[in-house]
């Protein structure tokens, strides 16, 4: 598993604590830095200051192109991977978009249901359709 991989998945932690528990990203961010157990990658880091930076836009352009699905009636997980995704394709150049994609999709795959690989590619690849419009 690359470096990048495993940073997402951290974020992907960090942003389901911060669901499950009522807290801020950043509330988790803090109490999790530490752990010398699981440190946090420097890229998990990056992913969670720029989801937090542009959080209301990324879940605007969600909620805008998730057919039939609120933010509220998704699973965690899959809000989770969505937000990554949708901030790696439109605010990070430095990861190509099918990789972004396809990395959502395998930890979907891991960490979600039977259907959330099927949702979380179709959503995200709507977005990338859209994103010369977006950005």
């Not at 192109?65 to 990554?84: C, F, H, K, N």
């Not at 394709?89 to 259907?115: C, G, H, K, M």
Request: aromatic letters at 6%.
């Amino acid at each position: 598993m690359g470096a990048r991989t495993r940073a997402r998945r951290r974020a992907l932690e960090l942003l389901f604590e911060a669901g499950q528990r009522g807290l801020t990203l950043s509330e988790v961010v803090a109490m999790r830095s530490d752990d010398p157990e699981y440190p946090m990658k420097p890229y998990a880091v990056e992913i969670v200051d720029g989801i937090m930076s542009r959080r209301d836009e990324i879940d605007e352009i969600i909620s805008t192109y998730s057919q039939g699905w609120t933010l509220e009636r998704m699973p965690a997980v899959d809000r989770a991977l969505l937000e990554i995704g949708t901030w790696e394709i439109l605010f990070n150049d430095e990861v190509p978009d099918r990789a972004a994609i396809d990395e959502a999709v395998s930890l979907a795959r891991q960490y979600s249901t039977d259907d959330s690989p099927k949702f979380v590619s179709g959503l995200l690849s709507r977005i990338l359709d859209v994103k010369p419009t977006l950005t």
